[in-house]
């Protein structure tokens, strides 16, 4: 198959997959396209880097096409321009395309004896590509695989980087046997091993799910009520907008029948600040005479004066309000979005700030999770252990460490990620963002919770799959009556991914060495 030929292969298969991502053809395109990329660099140091990042360029092209738009909707403080916004995103698409540079230069330097019978040289190229390259659209290869559970099981191990590593093995020995002239018995054997790595990964798959599902039928349960508003984009909202806003969550969460342990909403439902250190809301927020039965779960505006009193700093927090009226912030988000909520290196360039503007807020400190009470019987008696949420903000259930630092260090009963997605329309971006999300469970063996503004709200079982959803771009409430606590050990949950950040360093390593030992004109 020619250069050309497989480059198209790569980019219709990978493109595809990642404007359809919870489609039954994501999985099949994944393979496909790790195929073809595998037939495209068989002969690393006969392709030219380039070819990689053009490759890379018009892949990220096809998939983020959304970005203009989003960051015209997101950014709209600065009165960014259409062009603008399409500059932006042809530049982060560039930048982004120096991964698949990084893995053909790996490729191309890791000594031959990675290659030998097990074809092992692009996985090993894509592993440390995908590990050790930065990208703040963390996505993987693998991630096309949430539905195939044969390959999305093993996750619990090491992560996403090990699907990835996996799609390409077997895709790699699969390409060798069939485009190699080799002996027969060395095809068969090549085929063998993809067999059998495919036979191996079924069988822990198996394993898991049996557990999970054994685990899932008696562990204890809670009820939950997710809202999804529908509610538009308010770029400057006056106090009626806010309140009708509030109203739709109202009513939805009022008229429950029958009600939930615990009610949330998403990121983007409560508009107006809170003043750090508010001890008690109102229950209906003073706007009818419904008030809340149950805790709400929902992220906010905390407000608070800077140091010297001119102006007021800003924190996103998952925050709970019981039936009582009693109000306390929890979780602080940790990553904030460069200039729409902070300005980066602001603390050492004070002067950005005048280029900027001053609306910023700061990033939280502490990987704290939500610790709420749902219910206490008479004289204040608890009736039953506080529940403990890991519970994230925004684009940080894309970041594969900070759920499982949580849930490392607190045991949490399960994920809860809260999201207002209104700026990316009726895009795929939503369903982008959900299927990169849905690997939180999967990685933790917990229940993964995501509650949207406008979609996708999903909730995702500890295998991945996803088990209900509200329609998009529609207000309704995902009632979950029995949400199982599963509380499973994962490996990845004990050390994340830093065991193939060591091994990718390592591997970095003795190319790095090898390079050193080649001939000038191999280089």
């Not at 990620?417 to 009726?426: D, H, K, R, S, V």
Request: glycine share 6%; proline share 7%.
């Amino acid at each position: 198959m020619s250069c050309a030929l497989c480059f198209i292969l790569v980019w219709l298969a990978w493109g595809a997959a990642f404007n359809f991502p919870l489609s039954n053809l994501a999985s099949p395109l994944g393979f496909i396209g790790a195929g073809a990329y595998s037939l495209l660099l068989a002969r690393p140091r006969e392709v030219r880097l380039s070819v990689s990042w053009l490759l890379g360029f018009v892949l990220f092209l096809s998939f983020l096409h959304w970005m203009p738009d989003a960051a015209v909707i997101y950014y709209r403080y600065y009165d960014l321009s259409f062009a603008a916004g399409s500059l932006a995103y042809v530049i982060v698409c560039g930048l982004a395309a120096l991964q698949f540079v990084f893995v053909h230069w790996c490729a191309r330097h890791l000594p031959d004896r990675f290659d030998c019978a097990l074809a092992l040289r692009i996985p090993i190229a894509w592993l440390v590509g995908e590990v050790l390259f930065y990208n703040p659209f963390p996505w993987f290869i693998g991630s096309l695989q949430l539905r195939f559970l044969p390959f999305s099981q093993t996750a619990d191990l090491l992560g996403q980087p090990l699907v990835s590593f996996l799609v390409f093995w077997i895709m790699g020995l699969i390409v060798i046997a069939f485009s190699s002239p080799l002996a027969r018995a060395k095809r068969v054997r090549l085929l063998a091993v993809a067999l059998l790595i495919l036979l191996i990964t079924s069988a822990y798959s198996s394993i898991r799910i049996w557990q999970i599902h054994a685990r899932s039928a008696v562990s204890e349960s809670v009820a939950v009520a997710a809202i999804q508003g529908n509610d538009p984009v308010l770029f400057e909202p006056t106090d009626e907008q806010i309140d009708e806003k509030l109203r739709t969550y109202l009513n939805l969460s009022t008229t429950l029948s029958p009600m939930p342990d615990l009610i949330v909403w998403p990121e983007g439902a409560w508009l107006r600040p809170i003043t750090n250190g508010t001890q008690k809301l109102p229950t209906n927020f003073g706007l009818s005479d419904r008030h809340l039965r149950r805790p709400l779960i929902f992220a906010g505006r905390l407000g608070f004066p800077n140091m010297n009193g001119s102006s007021w700093n800003y924190q996103t927090s998952s925050n709970i309000l019981q039936p009582d009226g009693d109000f306390a912030a929890g979780y602080k988000k940790r990553y904030t979005l460069p200039l729409a909520e902070d300005i980066p290196f602001r603390e050492y360039f004070p002067w950005l700030t005048k280029i900027f503007g001053e609306r910023y807020f700061l990033p939280g400190k502490e990987d704290l999770p939500l610790t709420v009470d749902l219910s206490k019987g008479p004289g204040g008696v608890r009736l039953r252990p506080p529940l403990t949420i890991a519970t994230l903000i925004c684009y940080e259930d894309l970041i594969p460490d900070l759920f499982q630092q949580i849930t490392r260090k607190y045991g949490a009963d399960f994920l809860l990620a809260l999201t207002n997605e209104q700026w990316f329309g009726t895009s795929v971006a939503s369903e982008q963002h959900a299927l990169l999300a849905a690997w939180r469970a999967v990685e933790n063996r917990r229940y993964l919770l995501r509650v949207t503004t406008t979609g996708q709200t999903i909730l995702v079982d500890p295998t991945g799959s996803i088990v209900d959803r509200i329609p998009a771009f529609q207000p309704g409430v995902l009632s979950v009556p029995k949400l199982p606590l599963t509380q499973m050990l994962s490996l990845f949950t004990l050390l994340g991914l830093w065991p193939l950040r060591i091994l990718s360093c390592l591997i970095l390593l003795i190319i790095l060495r090898h390079l050193g030992t080649m001939p000038r004109r191999l280089r």
